[in-house]
């Protein structure tokens, strides 16, 4: 059974579990760049390894539960993404996956994650997690925000109960996070090293993160 990561606070305990959205195509790296490597680890090995240091139960959403078992198999659980074909795939979008993973989490706090982050740092993502206890319980979503303005949603923590509002929104066609987010209340995350969000999805991307990670 799926044990949850607890957060002591004055009051209470909260519980946090981690999902990893492994479910693009990768059209502009040309591969399927959860096996990319940078600084010689595979990038879903890494995001998952990272997340697995903030939480004991840490799920994968993604369409190809095969292809990654013998990657990450032994540090979490799978939740088949469900799509109709590889045409609905390219429509069906991040949001998607999240609501179909958080149909799955029992916890309070969900640390989402995209699966191409490679300065992803445990130590940030737990000095983050201190947050939690004090968020407003009207607020949603505890999200750092890209320097030009928006949230960096594929890192950051839900609440489960957002979930109820996904399930409102996608059927209605949303498929856009910042869109989605623009109606819900959210708590800003200080974000004092932007690269740390950085996510690869071209080759060009993948040789800046290399020679970033070298210096």
């Known amino acids: ?17 981690a999902i990893v959205l492994a479910g693009g195509q990768s059209s502009r790296m040309g591969q399927d760049k959860a096996f990319v490597q940078v600084d010689h680890m595979p990038m879903l090995l890494h995001v998952c390894t990272v997340a697995r240091q903030c939480t004991d139960t840490v799920y ?7 292809r990654y078992q013998n990657l990450v198999g032994d540090l979490v659980q799978f939740i088949p993404e ?19 993973g958080l149909a799955h989490v029992q916890s309070e706090w969900v640390l989402l994650l995209a699966c191409d982050l490679p300065y992803l740092q445990a130590e940030v993502l737990q000095e983050w997690m201190t947050f939690l206890p004090e968020v407003d319980e009207t607020t949603v979503a505890l999200l750092p925000r890209h320097p030009q303005g928006w949230w960096e949603a594929l890192c950051g923590f839900y609440r489960r109960r957002c979930l109820e509002s996904l399930e409102a929104f996608i059927p209605e066609g ?24 950085f996510n690869c999805n071209t080759p060009n991307d993948i040789k800046k993160a290399e020679e970033q990670l070298a210096n």
């Open 174 to 197: 949303g498929r856009s996070f910042q869109r989605w987010l623009s109606h819900q209340p959210i708590q800003e995350i200080p974000l004092f090293d932007p690269q740390m969000l």
């Open 82 to 100: 469900q799509t109709s074909s590889d045409e609905f795939l390219a429509q069906h979008g991040p949001l998607v996956g999240f609501a179909q």
């Open 1 to 17: 059974m799926a044990s949850s990561h607890r957060i002591l606070s004055n009051e209470s305990e909260l519980t946090l579990n």
């Open 60 to 66: 994968v959403v993604t369409p190809w539960v095969e």
